[in-house]
């Protein structure tokens, strides 16, 4: 499977929860796949949806689901004992892990090679990491929102892009609608 087949997958679990979506080609895909206001599609910032994300759940106690790129982890490593010193239940660090910088070529990363995401986070301090296949992707998800504490999630999938066009929708009404529904009960 690829990044977009899990999303896919996982969107009738996304569904009304807010999500903040990592940058580029992930963004459009979701988009796409399943446009809601509680998405919240970065356009810019590589490695800061899961710094973003954590901040919105520290905030707030609606879960938050964060999906991100080993590329964008790997980008943003400070996040990793960020996440682990500042617990919050709500939390969910879904990260998609095809071993490349999918937006900008599939160029490999280290998570294709050596580098373990799941033990850089348990390394970090993060106490519930699960690794799973792209295809037990919605069911880890759905067992983590149940379970209701701060949750890794690492994905391992094979890499590849669907063709998405591109978002119709400017920063402002992103982020705009996103508050909106956020705020919402």
């Known amino acids: 499977m690829i990044r977009s087949e899990i999303l896919q997958e996982i969107a009738p679990v996304l569904r009304d ?3 903040i979506c990592n940058i580029g080609i ?9 446009d809601q206001p ?6 810019g910032t590589m490695g800061l949806a899961s710094s973003i994300g954590l901040g919105l759940a520290l905030v707030q106690p609606k879960p938050v689901i964060v999906i991100d790129g080993d590329g964008s ?36 990363t280290y998570a294709g ?28 998800l759905s067992r983590a929102l149940e379970a209701g504490e701060a949750t890794v999630i690492i994905c391992k999938c094979e890499s590849g ?11 402002v009404t992103i982020r ?3 508050m909106r529904a956020a705020a919402a009960d």
């Open 161 to 171: 892009n669907a063709k998405m066009p591109v978002i119709n929708l400017d920063p």
């Open 176 to 178: 705009d609608r996103f």
């Open 26 to 34: 992930p963004s459009q895909e979701l988009h796409a796949i399943d």
């Open 73 to 108: 982890i790997l980008t943003n490593l400070g996040t990793l004992p960020t996440i682990a010193n500042n617990p919050a239940p709500n939390y969910i660090l879904l990260v998609i892990d095809n071993g490349s910088y999918g937006s900008t070529g599939d160029q490999p």
């Open 38 to 43: 509680t998405n919240f599609y970065m356009l």
């Open 17 to 19: 929860q807010l999500v």
């Open 113 to 140: 090679r050596k580098t373990s995401l799941a033990g850089m986070a348990r390394a970090a301090g993060c106490e519930r990491v699960v690794e799973c296949r792209a295809e037990e992707t919605g069911d880890v």
